[in-house]
């Protein structure tokens, strides 16, 4: 970078306006309070302005009442300006106040601050063996030699033979306690800058589609056109390098087996003698809960810039609809206009047109219509005294209780089925609670509905009968 990019930087990015800011103190400390220190998003407006009341509080009693005379609300706005884009304010589904998260600038400058203080341990020889591990991924991966790619796994086999080898003989080598350590720094700050750069990501999501959408806002070409560009875009997005990245992360995050084996792998990380002592051993157990929200929520941002593509068609359709009515609408009035006083000469001239020649055995018999006797006589009930009791004797499935049902079960185990569901919170509420189930299986990407195979649930009714429903068997892999 020269010059002239890194004087860009210093006028436009948000980051190095944070850091030139007045109040940055103030801003940072409260960023990391609300927002990093807790691994916190997308939180509501007035739990914002409660925490912010709440620092400046104490700092006003500390440093004096005029130090910050702003209130928590007219910080929050000034923060979230497109002219500085602290934070990113925006409203979501099922929420009338604005929510507010941290940009990517934001965050960035968060983990720099941070770092200035220090550490008192530097991994190195960790970082040293994950710098060869992945060059050695890097380029034996890519090799296509066959005879090469076998020599290699022919090394690692004997490699692998050499350490049996000496387990066996008695030799049983293990990593001392600077060793351990050094990995466990670069493994809780590793899966610290993974969380912090998902925000990244969604601006980059974010980016890909603002491109897009400033294309279909600026289309002077035809309809089909558009559609082909749209949908030759929306496959950039998803196969763009972030979006393909992305995707890796998510399967592998998804998938049971290896989410099983990340969790006894931190298990038995914490039961290592050499990291006994170590701050926050305990916590890095939580790594896979933490990461979860955060991929969530950009899975939630790729669907909500695949809904507002759709918007944008929508809009486009109605638009291209409306100026043919506009057409049809002046071709009908200029008729109307020359229909009294038509011109001399060809009025219009029609090419490719021809005479109908119908046959007349080819019209149908006429078949008089048939007329249905209705009876619309009104008999009026002498016998007032009806029984309106079903017309009270209604109920509601509550589709939050049955989500809890599913999160508890999936607390103790990786997945489960409906009828694990139903044995440990027996039906209530019979056939509606299981149509419910079904509802929230369908719009959740949490659960699979498996047509090939079946499963019989059992509800008891208020008087003592027995029923049963044979329904296709659902599987709900959600994490709790």
Known sequence: MDYFAINALRETHAGWSLLRAQHAPLALAFFMTAFTDRNERNLGRQDLIDALDDVLFALRDSLGEDRFPRSAGEYLDDWAEPDKAWLRKFYVDGRDEPVYDLTAATEDVIRWVESLRGRDFVPTQSRLSSI???????????????????????????????????????????MGAPEAVDHFHQLTGQAKDLLADFREVEANFRKLDRNLREQISMWEGSQGDLLESIFSSQQDISGSLQGRTFQGFWDYLMSPQLRSELHDLLERATRIE??????????????????????????????????????LLDDKV??????????????????????????????????????????????PLYEPSRQVAIDDAVDVAEDLDVDAEALFDQFHVDARRLETNIDAVLADAEQATLADVTDAFPLSQGLAEIVTYFQLATESTWAAIDDSKSQTLSWTLPDGSLREATVDQIIFVRPS
């Open 132 to 174: 060869f591990n992945l060059l050695k991924a890097l380029v034996h991966g890519s090799e296509t030699d066959p005879e090469a790619r076998l020599a290699e796994l022919q090394r690692q086999r004997d490699d692998i033979d050499a350490q049996m080898e000496r387990i066996r003989s008695g030799e049983i080598p293990v």
């Open 274 to 311: 050499a990291l006994a002592q170590q701050e926050g051993l305990q916590s890095i157990t939580s790594i896979q809960k933490d990461w979860l929200p955060a991929v969530e929520q950009t899975q939630a941002t790729v669907r909500a810039l695949s809904a507002q593509i759709r918007r």
């Open 318 to 363: 109605f638009l291209e609809n409306k100026r043919i009515m506009q057409l049809i609408r002046s071709i009908e009035s200029g008729a109307l206009a020359v229909r009294d006083a038509p011109p001399s000469g060809p009025f219009a001239v029609l090419d490719g047109q021809d005479v109908p020649v119908a046959l007349p055995f080819e019209r």
